[in-house]
């Protein structure tokens, strides 16, 4: 591996532990700017980069924090694409990337620009799970990787069952069951975020 893709390799590593850190950030932010109106039961998490009663502030901080997590996520799925070697996990994080550019499409359309707002809503907690199975599978086959492919997975199927009621069915407990999928996504991209950097440090 050149100097110049160890590097790319580690800047890689880097955005996977922070997107998800800067994202969460943000929406807490918005949430501390919602507490008058906010409710985990009654709200899904994309009311605060919506029309009021979320404020302005609110919106603004939700939707720039998916944007720039997802810049910053697209970047840590392309150094993840050029690490993996097997097919069905170049597959996998493909898909992963296809999912980060729906995000930051939800911050980007927020509530206010209609339809395409669920569109790309429903595009991120489907295809998410998706690349965790693809991803986590073969590294199931791998003595040195079991242990990561089969907590990819765990998290894949944990992201479903906290997803699937949004997609599927109407619930008034949005917000908790996004949040769930949101934590799993973050904790699996911290993860690999950190065995992406340490893998740079290898070579």
């Not at 965790?132 to 073969?138: K, T």
């Amino acid at each position: 591996m050149s100097k110049k893709q160890v590097v790319m390799q580690k800047i890689a590593g880097i955005c996977g532990i922070i997107a998800p850190i800067i994202a969460l950030s943000f929406i807490a932010l918005a949430i501390s700017y919602s507490l008058s109106w906010f409710s985990w039961t009654n709200n899904a998490l994309s009311d605060l980069g919506g029309p009021p009663p979320a404020t302005a502030t609110a919106a603004v901080l939700f939707n720039s924090g998916l944007i720039i997590g997802g810049i910053l996520g697209m970047m840590f799925a392309v150094g993840l694409m050029y690490n993996m070697r097997k097919q069905i996990e170049s597959i996998g994080t493909f898909i992963l990337f296809l999912a980060i550019v729906s995000l930051i499409a939800v911050g980007v359309f927020p509530e206010t620009a209609g339809h395409i707002h669920l569109y790309v809503s429903v595009a991120f907690f489907a295809l998410f799970p998706i690349s965790l199975f693809f991803i986590g599978a073969p590294m199931t086959r791998e003595p040195t990787e079991r242990c990561l492919g089969f907590v990819t997975l765990l998290l894949g199927v944990f992201a479903i069952i906290s997803a699937a009621p949004i997609v599927l069915v109407s619930v008034d407990d949005v917000g908790i069951h996004e949040l769930l999928a949101v934590l799993s996504g973050s904790a699996w991209a911290i993860v690999f975020g950190v065995k992406l950097y340490k893998q740079s440090n290898l070579n």
